[in-house]
């Protein structure tokens, strides 16, 4: 056996030991019935054709698989390989390690990390596995839909993934037939030290220009209550506003001042302060509910004794200036309204 196929199997074995997982990740349209998962088909169309055996029995392993319909059958790897339309094992293989996140080839971490049980739906858990599975944005159609909006400046973005089949829960304002899964831009929610406590998820259209045709293109998992999408490192000056665009379009002309994300307007209302912050800025949407954030974020900011400062777009928020104006034009407008110690500490040189 080539060390491929042997390393193929042994993975085999690991995703075995989280088959229901495996199975709610890639095929998201189906469902356990009894000790099956049952789906349509190997990419996931709704349906109860393909049964994924999800406990051992005297009459089938754990993880192994068959289409009714076609005849086709294998186990887990197999099911990946077709699942992601991949031509090579290698693909497989890479594709099996980040799900079960394992560091490439580390077999002193495989039994670790394949015992451990499948995470609840929506956990914090969870939310740090899905990220774990996704990949670097760039060259994606994550990089492609961000690029759309303006925003071109992806180095030094770790908090940023992609991840090309990411599940979608349809909802009652979904149309009938909406698919299960769709390709994402990941972000990693995570507290002031770092630690991640959840993710937010961006659904794409295939073009990558836009946002998938879905009621809910943009949902939070984990825990989000006070924590943020967090682009540097704050200290004593920060700028915090509701979306990820938003801040990515202030990070275009203000590289250096460290952001956050806070995924809502109740969220950034509540987000929570470094204890070394000295300085606020509200990157503040022009609606009602940007308004209510900032009149909680003034009460608790004078509490803290943290001055607050706002930094308000010209169009509805700043990506919409960054659209319509450029770069140009919004850093000035930005730099203008810091605060005179911050203006040459953190404008683009």
């Known amino acids: 056996m080539s060390s491929l196929s042997k390393r193929a199997a042994d993975l085999s074995e690991q995703l075995a030991q ?50 009714a319909a076609t005849g086709e059958h294998g186990d ?8 992601q339309r991949h031509g090579r094992l290698a693909e497989t293989i890479y594709e099996a390690e980040r799900f079960l996140s394992l560091p490439q080839s580390a077999d002193d971490e495989t039994q670790k990390h394949s015992s451990s049980p499948p995470a ?67 972000a990693s929610v995570t507290d002031d030290d770092g630690t991640q406590t959840g993710a937010h998820r ?62 809502s307007s109740s969220h950034l209302a509540a987000i929570l302060f470094p204890q070394t912050l000295r300085r606020l800025y509200v990157a503040r949407d022009r609606d009602a509910a940007g308004d209510a954030a900032f009149s ?17 777009p010209a169009l509805g928020d700043f990506n919409d200036d960054l659209r319509q104006h450029g770069p140009s034009v919004l850093a000035e407008r930005a730099v203008d309204q810091l605060h005179e110690a911050d203006r040459a500490r953190f404008q683009r040189r």
């Open 120 to 186: 609840r739906a929506g956990s914090p858990i969870a939310a740090r596995r899905l990220f774990a599975a996704s990949k670097p944005i760039i060259g994606t159609l994550a990089a492609t839909y961000l690029q759309s909006r303006g925003i071109t400046h992806f180095a030094n973005l770790p908090v940023l993934r992609f991840h090309p089949r990411c599940y979608y829960r349809s909802n009652d304002d979904d149309v009938l037939g909406t698919p299960g899964a769709f390709a994402a831009l990941i």
């Open 202 to 263: 961006t659904w794409l259209d295939p073009s990558g220009r836009m946002k998938a045709a879905v009621a809910s293109p943009r949902r939070a998992m984990g825990n989000i209550l006070g924590n943020a999408i967090r682009f540097g490192q704050a200290q004593d000056v920060m700028a915090a506003g509701e979306g990820i665009e938003t801040m990515l379009s202030l990070r275009e002309v203000l590289p250096t001042l460290p952001l956050a994300a806070a995924t």
């Open 296 to 312: 909680i974020l003034t009460d608790r900011a004078q509490a803290a004794a943290i001055e607050l400062l706002p930094l308000k």
């Open 76 to 83: 887990l790897i197999d099911l990946i390989r077709l699942n």
């Open 18 to 67: 989280n088959a229901q997982a495996v199975c709610r990740h890639y095929l998201p349209a189906g469902r356990r019935e009894g000790r099956y998962w049952m789906v349509g088909d190997v990419t996931g169309t709704p349906g109860r054709s393909l049964y994924v055996r999800l406990f051992e029995t005297e009459r089938g392993t754990i993880g192994n698989w068959v289409d």
